[in-house]
């Protein structure tokens, strides 16, 4: 089944920079989420992109969507400790019975150093 | 409005045992899901349930057996655990599994692990 793949796998920065995660993905999709992950906790939806948008915007994250590249990058601007955490892109998948389902990546594990 | 509750939170358990873990959204939500999480992987999605009294596997569902009980409730059976089962457990939800997938609402999750 297709996947989305986070790239890199680990990501340090200081607080106050920016940090770019990137997902590639396989097959042609309906819409591409990101959720975030905290130590211990379940997903939180972050953001939801649709295969007709390039980009979107929400506070301090910043999604594009290049569908002819089968690609979406994440930034999070001016970051904080409380970003701290596992950033993962989803993408649905049509199952045999013509539903669809996320198919999650592995992750981008986010450190933000004070 | 809780969200997604699940039960236990954590639960040890010896090879051949069996368990059931419950899990509950109040969001008035058609389709639920139950994801594993292993260490330094995403979410593999066990079973789902599109709407209220079906049920269809997901990509990893062997060991496993759900029910919908109601629109409200999804529960996962493990019959006779295997320490390949030791892992999180997430359950989530949406308001369908249309032709534009919506966001899902996620659980706290389980943490089990099979002696």
């Known amino acids: 089944s297709q996947q989305g793949e986070e790239d890199p796998q680990a990501l340090s920065i200081q607080e106050g920079e920016n940090a770019t995660m990137n997902c590639s993905y396989k097959t042609s999709i309906n819409n591409l989420q990101w959720y975030r992950q905290n130590s211990g906790r379940g997903l939180v939806h972050l953001i939801l992109?649709?295969?007709?948008?390039r980009e979107k915007h929400s506070g301090r994250l910043r999604v594009t969507l290049d569908t002819s590249k089968k690609s979406s990058s994440l930034l999070i601007t001016a970051s904080r400790a409380a970003d701290t955490a596992s950033y993962f892109c989803?993408?649905?998948?049509?199952?045999?019975?013509?539903?669809?389902?996320?198919?999650f990546g592995k992750g981008t594990k986010l450190t933000v150093n004070p | 409005n809780a969200g997604v509750t699940q039960t236990p939170k954590f639960q040890v358990l010896k090879t051949g045992q069996s368990m059931t873990l419950q899990c509950a959204q109040d969001m008035n939500h058609n389709s639920m899901y139950w994801y594993r999480q292993d260490p330094g992987m995403g979410l593999r999605l066990i079973y789902y349930s599109a709407s209220e009294g079906t049920t269809d596997k997901g990509e990893v569902p062997n060991g496993y057996n759900v029910s919908r009980l109601n629109k409200r409730e999804f529960s996962l059976r493990l019959e006779s655990a295997a320490p390949s089962q030791t892992s999180v457990y997430f359950c989530?939800?949406?308001?369908?599994?249309?032709?534009?997938?919506?966001?899902?609402?996620f659980g706290p999750g389980t943490r089990l692990l099979v002696l």
């Open positions: 989803a993408t649905a998948e049509y199952t045999q019975g013509g539903s669809e389902k996320l198919v």
């Open positions: 992109i649709r295969s007709n948008e």
């Open positions: 989530a939800s949406s308001e369908s599994t249309g032709p534009y997938q919506e966001t899902q609402y």
